[in-house]
């Protein structure tokens, strides 16, 4: 076996703790292999659990496979971007529509070409977005519509059979329903800004417990321009590898689940905003088991809200939060929103006429922050200086914004750039990326809230990490309830 592919005894106690509760939120933060079976498999693995004795843990899948494990059939370790095998097959699904590689297809070319049955089918796309495979398909048609009805003077019976409608009738149903205007009117140029096609997607949590308190974390942060927020309904603009546009997410009616309002003209995108946004209300957490394990300490307790530890609010968008968090450093919240938006400001990536009111601009991504000058929007200088390093760094692989590494690589690499400090690191982990072992030791209010729990007596950032360290691996989930008293 080799020296340092195992893990430290201290890391092994709260890797145990994550791996019996089968927390998809530590997938990608360490493995473990079975030496009776000879399998490798991510935390959320559904085998029954192994004994203590027979597990080794790691914290990069390669090191396993160094040692002669072989990946687990059931969860499939190597596969960390999902969450599971159900929204394997729908990712693929989305893929080959997007792809144009089901083009004129139906549901059972579909299921075909991902060798499953039609039932399967209808019951991952149900269970995963909350929607049939029939209008995802349909969607796909009109997306693929919309072009030829603005470039083309292709007639609209041609258009509906070319797209793969068996009807003019249907394809003008599923058009309106899905753009909110008729085939034609997209023809003349004043309604073409107002063809934002929308699909909804219902999301489903791990437990019940309410949402609530994302919606009245993300309130005070909001960033002009960019997102709103009204009567429990968050909506932003994105623009992303796979594609632009908008949503909205808000509660539906059954309190485990969230309805998911995604308008964009590229297909590509929709699984990406499912993802994310699944992370950013912290959907896939095992909040029961959290709150189980962290209800023994008293001075956490008094911040649960309807007796469950609050769920981990997380960034829509890594970069665009690790901007704000250097933007935060040492300055208050209020503060720091204002720094962003006027960076939002002076990159002046402007939505198009179809967006709703207050969604009115894109954030800037890593390339274009990296071309932007920081002069004159009230940033320190240092601060500056700290912006374009950390940007320069990202661009040359210095450290990644990926969730799926570990707390340990993501603090080592991240720490190692010049003017990162430790609680900008651990915030960045804990807000960003979503780690929930991530703990902000130094934060201001962490230390005075402990500071009026032990009669004004201030404790050092070394003496938080101490007293903390019975709280892992969810002390990402102790700071919330501790920040509920700030």
């Known amino acids: 076996m080799k020296k340092n592919s195992t893990v430290a005894e201290n890391e092994r106690l709260y890797?145990?703790?994550?791996?019996?509760?089968?927390?998809?939120?530590?997938?990608?933060?360490?493995?473990?292999?079975?030496?009776?079976?000879?399998?490798?498999?991510?935390?959320?693995c559904p085998a029954p659990a192994a004994k203590k004795e027979n597990v080794t843990y790691y914290k990069q899948l390669k090191d396993a496979f160094e040692d002669g494990?072989?990946?687990?059939?059931?969860?499939?370790?190597?596969?960390?971007t999902l969450v599971d095998e159900a929204a394997q097959i729908v990712s693929k699904a989305m893929m080959l529509l997007?792809?144009?590689?089901?083009?004129?297809a139906n549901t059972m070319m579909m299921a075909k070409s991902l060798f499953i049955s039609e039932r399967r089918l209808r019951q991952v796309f149900k269970a995963i977005l909350g929607i049939s495979p029939t209008r995802a398909l349909n969607h796909q048609r009109i997306l693929r519509a919309i072009p030829l009805i603005q470039n083309t003077d292709q007639h609209m019976t041609s258009i509906a059979y070319d797209v793969g409608f068996s009807s003019v009738r249907q394809f003008n149903a599923q058009f309106k329903q899905i753009t909110a205007l008729a085939p034609s009117a997209l023809r003349d140029k004043q309604f073409q800004a107002r063809a934002m096609p929308k699909i909804t997607l219902i999301l489903r949590g791990d437990s019940k417990a309410d949402y609530d308190t994302v919606f009245e974390f993300m309130a005070p942060r909001i960033l002009r321009g960019v997102e709103t927020i009204t009567d429990r309904c968050y909506q932003r603009t994105y623009d992303i590898e796979t594609g632009s546009g908008y949503f909205a997410i808000s509660p539906d009616d059954q309190s485990d689940t969230l309805k998911l309002d995604v308008f964009t003209v590229d297909f590509d995108s929709i699984f990406d905003v499912y993802l994310r946004v699944r992370r950013m209300f912290d959907m896939d957490a095992p909040i029961e088991a959290i709150t189980a394990h962290l209800k023994h300490f008293e001075m956490l307790e008094t911040g649960f809200v309807k007796q469950h530890v609050p769920r981990l609010p997380t960034a829509f968008d890594a970069f665009e939060f690790l901007v704000r968090a250097i933007l935060g450093q040492q300055i208050t919240v209020?503060?720091?929103?204002?720094?962003?938006?006027?960076?939002?400001?002076?990159?002046?990536?402007?939505t198009a006429d179809g967006f709703p009111t207050g969604l009115t601009h894109f954030f800037?991504?890593?390339?274009?922050?990296?071309?932007?000058?920081?002069?004159g929007l009230g940033i320190t200088g240092t601060r500056q200086g700290t912006l374009k390093r950390v940007i320069q760094a990202l661009l040359d692989n210095e450290f990644s914004l990926s969730p799926y590494q570990s707390y340990d690589a993501f603090i080592k690499t991240f720490g190692a750039v010049k003017g990162i400090g430790d609680w900008t690191v651990n915030y960045v982990a804990m807000r960003g990326l979503g780690m929930k072992d991530s703990f902000p030791a130094s934060d201001l209010g962490v230390i005075n809230v402990l500071a009026a729990m032990n009669d004004g007596q201030k404790m050092k950032p070394k003496a938080i990490e101490t007293l903390?360290?019975?709280?892992?691996?969810?002390?990402?989930?102790?700071?919330?309830?501790?920040w509920r008293h700030y």
């Open 15 to 44: 890797y145990e703790k994550a791996r019996l509760q089968k927390d998809k939120g530590f997938d990608g933060v360490f493995f473990f292999a079975v030496k009776t079976t000879g399998i490798v498999c991510r935390p959320s």
């Open 69 to 80: 494990y072989r990946p687990c059939h059931r969860c499939h370790p190597e596969r960390v």
């Open 98 to 104: 997007g792809s144009g590689a089901l083009n004129g």
């Open 334 to 350: 209020k503060a720091a929103t204002t720094l962003a938006q006027r960076i939002v400001e002076r990159a002046d990536l402007k």
């Open 364 to 375: 800037p991504n890593i390339k274009a922050c990296s071309e932007l000058s920081f002069e």
């Open 468 to 482: 903390a360290e019975p709280w892992r691996p969810y002390r990402a989930y102790a700071t919330l309830c501790l």
